[in-house]
């Protein structure tokens, strides 16, 4: 009798979870991987993360390998893959996709293409050559790269760039198709052995409207002036109404991200103003739609970037320190920004984001491997919308 009644129950409550799914995925959910750590395989550091979720769930993780710190971004690197079919639980071991350990090959930048199951995947070389690859077995495997600058020849006759490079990040597919991939260039002189300087600096989009087999440039959004001295790293992220938004990065006293708006991603781009609301301490940020809060029905989208201004202010350059990683989270497109999660305290970089078709969140970004040491290592974290919204760290295992 006891044993009919125990699965009486067991039925009762598979059938509420069923009839209400959220039941099931409401409680908090938290887990972090360290994926890259600094000084294995012959690489002294590990940066520029990047993560998107394919159509069937696939989480791809991808990072550049650095050679050499002494060299910075103009070190000897590769870009390098790892990859969870298990919802982040394991990872697959880190393959080499792009570079030989010859030259700079960097920037990378991802799309999941979740029409077509399609992952497309652009980067630089030498910070002169823009080149494409495509996968069509959710990232196993790439086919073998096309260079692509010529896309971007045209643009000089505007902005005579030296110097190239992609996102970084992700890059996005709009809803009508479009490949849409953020561009920071350089009229960099030379400071010897090939190497160019990063600035002065503009901002455009690479696109293709035919799935990655032709690419051309959209519009100049902005170039270095007195009011967004050297625009550069960005994301895209299509709003709610359709319009495309530029999330930039600039090298101004203001410690404020800038932003940008345009109907297609290509053109009409608003002149961009500082939202005050996110603090950047002059380094990458990443940006994303979430979809809709369960709970409240309205559009989210997640931001994040290391937020270390409670620890030095925002009076200058001198203290943009990269502290503390935070997500922070808008439900009027964009316009503010009230809630916000510490993901990381300590030494942190860039970071990326993905939202899964699960509506799991994940989180990559550059972090201090351990206490005291630089955010050179790459970390992934896994967490659902109910821990994002939660500020209790009890459930983080």
Known sequence: MISRIRFAIVCALSLVLLAYPSVAASSPQWSQTLLWKAGTDGYETFRIPGVVATARGTILAYAVGRRFLKDGDWSDSDIFFRRSDDDGSTW????RVAGNSHGVTDNPVAIADRRRGVIHLLYQHNYAQVFYMRSDDDGKSFTRPTDITSALVGIRAKFDWTVVALGPGHAIQLRNGRLLVPVWMAEGGSIGNGRRRHSPTAITTLYSDNDGRTWHHGEIIAVNSPDLPNPNEMQVVQLADGNIMANIRSGGKQMLRAVAISPDGISHWTAPHFDKHLYDPICAAAIVRYGKDPTSG?????????????????SSRSHGLRRNLVLKMSENGGGTWPASRLLHEGSAGYSDIAV??????YVIYEGAFKS???????TILRFNLAWAQSQDDSEQH
Request: hydrophobic fraction near 35%; aromatic fraction near 6%; avoid cysteine.
């Open 92 to 95: 697959s071991r880190a393959y």
């Open 356 to 361: 899964a078709p699960d509506k799991m969140i």
């Open 298 to 314: 309205r559009n989210l989208m997640l931001f994040t970037n290391p937020d270390s201004q409670s620890l030095v202010g925002r």
């Open 372 to 378: 005291g040491d630089k955010a050179n290592s790459v």
